[in-house]
């Protein structure tokens, strides 16, 4: 007797079925925009005061010369920190369509605007200085945040607070609150993880509810509203919880500031710092 056999169409694909490469891509672009990645390497054995001044300098810098010359060097300093840091690829985010869809509805607008210098083409004068504009704003921001990211990525939380406290000691002679701007900008640094988490939550939990997505762009509008209304309600109730927490604790109390130790790679760091503010300043 011949028997028949029974058609499966996943064999030979695995337990779960065919793997889609594409959800394979999207866990390792998981926004990791100011998570701790461990890897040994210089800057994550650098003084998180060091990183930090870094920031604050090449960013000041920055902003009081925007500048393509500026710009340039700045990206330098941001590809060799990251270079250094070998923080791996995939902890590098990758962006929604949405954003990058805005930016390009926003250099539109800019090109509108007009402006020095024009260009001449079949007798039309074309003005490129709102586009310019748009151009190295532009630029400067995703500077600032790939800069940002990197200090996240290289930079545990629990030395955000000691770092501050150490660089605003000074600070305590004028009666300002070290200790509790410290503390604050430490639970920021660490919240913003746990908000970009909890907006994927609310997220996934609105496809569950209604997985149709919406036809009109007044209702995508709508859902999106509803996503920031449910997110600010949810941030204040863990806020809330939190402050609770630290009251309950003692308040804020007091934070032990740290100190650099003398190392080569701190001297090399502030080194690097210096001259790529010099470059934008000068260039």
Not at 42 to 48: E, G, I, M, Y
Request: glycine share 10%; hydrophobic share 50%.
């Amino acid at each position: 007797m011949t028997g028949t056999r029974a058609h499966h169409p996943h064999r030979g694909r695995g337990a779960h079925g065919p793997r889609n490469p594409r959800s394979r891509r999207a866990s390792l672009a998981d926004i990791n925009l100011l998570r701790y990645v461990p890897v040994d390497s210089p800057v994550h054995r650098l003084w998180a005061g060091t990183k930090i001044i870094a920031l604050v300098a090449v960013g000041a810098a920055l902003s009081l010369r925007p500048g393509w010359s500026g710009e340039a060097v700045v990206t330098a300093f941001v590809a060799l920190a990251a270079l250094v840091s070998k923080v791996p690829f995939g902890a590098v985010p990758r962006f929604p369509r949405w954003f990058w869809i805005g930016i390009g509805l926003t250099s539109i607008s800019a090109f509108f605007a007009g402006g020095h210098p024009e260009l001449h083409l079949a007798g039309v004068r074309i003005g490129l200085g709102g586009l310019d504009k748009w151009a190295r704003f532009t630029v400067l921001v995703l500077l600032l945040l790939s800069l940002t990211m990197v200090i996240g990525w290289t930079t545990r939380n629990g030395d955000v607070a000691p770092a501050l406290a150490g660089l605003l000691s000074p600070l305590r002679w004028l009666r300002v609150p070290v200790d509790e701007a410290a503390v604050v900008t430490a639970l920021g640094v660490r919240c913003m993880p746990l908000l970009l988490d909890e907006i994927r939550t609310l997220y996934a939990a609105r496809k569950l509810r209604d997985p149709v997505p919406p036809e009109t762009f007044r209702a995508a509008l709508a859902e999106v509203n509803d996503l920031l209304v449910t997110a600010l309600v949810t941030s204040a109730r863990r806020a809330q919880e939190m402050a609770d927490a630290i009251e309950a604790r003692g308040g804020v109390g007091t934070v032990d500031p740290s100190r650099p130790g003398f190392a080569v790679r701190e001297v090399a760091a502030l080194l690097i710092t210096v001259l790529a503010v010099a470059g934008v300043i000068l260039l």
